[in-house]
């Protein structure tokens, strides 16, 4: 008893002693940078900075004057010189879970294209990613144009570079039309079908911004734009559009655009209520989880579907049945009352988009295995 309670005195002695170290030292590097002539503490702790969403993370060793960066989003934008930054955050390179969402179905079309035993054609893949990034981008510079107003009066997109007046709308424009005529030049790169295919989008990217004014279903509307790749995907590697296959893979996109479009749109209806947009979340409300279930249930069908046609195997199947699975716990367990919650579902699309891409690569090799059997 005696030896416990020693111990446990040791260890509070401990604990307090370090505590007014660090507190030393703490207060000694704020005098330090306040005055130059006061030379760093010889020791001190350790230190770790994290973003607000945990990605960015810088740890100093003052000891060892050794600096170490984690290569996210957040910190490459950061780094780039000053009067870049706002434009980088304006194409929201930042938070890239846009674009994946915007390339995944892209991918999921280039790789049903493909012959059977091939990988999708990797510089497709190439192509329609720095096309995504920049197109994108395009989307989310034409929404802040249109939004300035709306956005100054919502907490979480106050900030925003046109909203806080770091870029006028006039540099904005600009800097649109650098975007598009990048995205131009990737288009041109693609078989003529597909540049026809593609420039026809153009007018859902401009108008959708608008949508929320007019309705209470932009997320339908931003599902037609999003899931544009689902066609443009298949026709670029094959020269036009198997309308069988493309159909209902662009059809599944859209509903799972209506799904996680919905569940982001819950973080901000509050605010919505009061400068008068419109969204699914709120014409759902409290049915949201039925009407999502639904969703879920026509995306799984369109995507049976274009399977079928597309001659998929066993690997595309069990993929289907993992992305339901996600799906349904997603939906379940999202607490759409918490904005926090709803980021984190939503997030977490990118990663059944990168289920399916798997499961449609696999069950393209498996393809080509059973017709190898079958000589």
Known sequence: ??????????????????????????RTETAAS????H???????????????????????????????????????????????????????DKPIGTWLLYLPCTWSIA???????????????????????????????????????DKQVARTSSR????????????????????????????????????LGASSLCLVITYPLMKRITYWPQLVLGL??????????????????????????????????????????????????????????RFQDQTKLWLSGFTAAMMSGLVVAGVNAEQTLPYYAALAAVALHLTHQIYSVDINKAEDCWKEFSSNRNLGLLLLFGIVAGNFWKKSKETDGK
């Open 161 to 196: 570079p046109i909203a806080s007046g770091e870029i006028s709308r006039f540099q904005a424009l600009v800097f649109l039309g650098g975007q598009l005529s990048l995205a131009l030049w990737v288009l041109l790169c693609l078989n003529y079908y597909s540049i026809a």
């Open 112 to 150: 049903l294209a493909a012959e059977p035993g091939c990988f999708p054609d990797l510089g497709m893949l190439a192509l329609f990613g720095t096309g995504a990034v920049l197109m994108r981008g395009a989307g989310c510079t034409i929404n802040d144009m249109w939004d300035k107003d709306f």
């Open 39 to 93: 030379p760093q503490p010889r020791i001190a702790p350790i230190r770790g900075f994290y973003s607000k969403a945990g990605t960015t993370r810088v740890v100093q060793t003052k000891l060892s004057g050794i600096r170490s960066f984690s290569l996210s989003p957040s910190a490459v934008v950061n780094s780039a010189p000053a009067f870049v930054q706002p434009y980088l955050r304006l194409m929201r390179l």
């Open 225 to 282: 734009t999003f899931n544009w790749g689902a066609l443009l995907g298949w026709s670029a590697v094959r020269g036009s559009c198997d309308w069988s296959v493309c159909l209902p893979l662009y059809f599944s996109g859209v509903m799972w655009t209506l799904i996680y479009d919905t569940i982001y749109a819950h973080q901000d209806k509050e605010d919505d209520v009061k400068v008068g947009v419109k969204s699914t979340a709120l």
């Open 34 to 37: 306040k005055d130059d002539f």
């Open 1 to 26: 008893m005696f030896c416990t309670k020693l111990s446990r005195r040791i260890a509070l002695t401990a604990t307090r002693s370090n505590l007014c170290m660090l507190s030393f030292s703490l």
